[in-house]
């Protein structure tokens, strides 16, 4: 599934969330499936907190989806892109937006 984004606040959301390069190796290895936060801070050579913080910001701009599972200790945090390509138009169709700062 492909994300394209025209809103100038959505661009900014998501431009925030992709200027981590932590956050964009996280979407790299969750692009082909889903993986828990124990397997992205392994892969990463991360803790498993900063991964997951990590995560809870992708979650917000609306580019992962996490949902918990039983696991061997109680319920683990699984991690899953919501899109295959992000598309950024920074065309403006209706006039300029007027700036904020």
Do not use: C, F, H, W
Request: glycine share 4%; charged share 30%.
């Amino acid at each position: 599934m492909d994300l394209t984004v025209t809103d100038v606040e959505e661009v900014v959301k998501v431009t925030e969330a992709l200027s981590s390069i932590t956050r964009v190796n996280i979407l790299r290895l969750i692009s082909d499936r889903e993986k828990s936060i124990t397997e992205l801070s392994e892969e990463l050579r991360m803790t498993k907190g900063n991964v997951s913080s990590q995560v809870a910001l992708l979650e917000s701009a609306g580019l992962v989806e996490v949902r918990y599972s039983e696991g061997n200790k109680g319920l683990k945090k699984l991690v899953k892109a919501k899109y295959d390509k992000i598309v950024i138009l920074l065309t403006v169709s209706n006039g300029p937006e007027e700036a904020n700062e």
